[in-house]
């Protein structure tokens, strides 16, 4: 699992300065980077790495704060692979 493309956090960082290195690839505050993948991004990853799709699906929850009423919408990729036989 990893994050998807315009996760609520991706929205976030975008708005920030100095934060994009370039398309969804940032940086964060504590100087981590983060890529926010697209279904396709892995696959092509996955399948020129030689390895078959078994499944491969965006997960999304939304999450809301009740006290300030903000909710955040997060959206990972989920995938899993198998090497072919």
């Not at 920030?16 to 696959?43: A, M, P, Q």
């Not at 990972?76 to 036989?85: M, Y």
Request: aromatic content about 16%; overall charge positive; proline content about 1%.
């Amino acid at each position: 699992r990893d994050y998807g493309r315009y996760d609520a956090a991706q929205m976030k960082l975008g708005t920030s300065r100095n934060k994009r290195i370039k398309d969804n690839f940032y940086r964060k505050h504590d100087g981590t980077k983060v890529y926010y993948f697209s279904l396709e991004d892995l696959d092509k990853l996955f399948v020129d790495a030689g390895l078959e799709v078994v499944e491969l699906y965006f997960l999304r929850r939304i999450y809301g704060n009740k006290a300030s009423g903000e909710t955040r919408r997060r959206i990972w990729v989920q995938g899993r692979f198998t090497k072919p036989t």
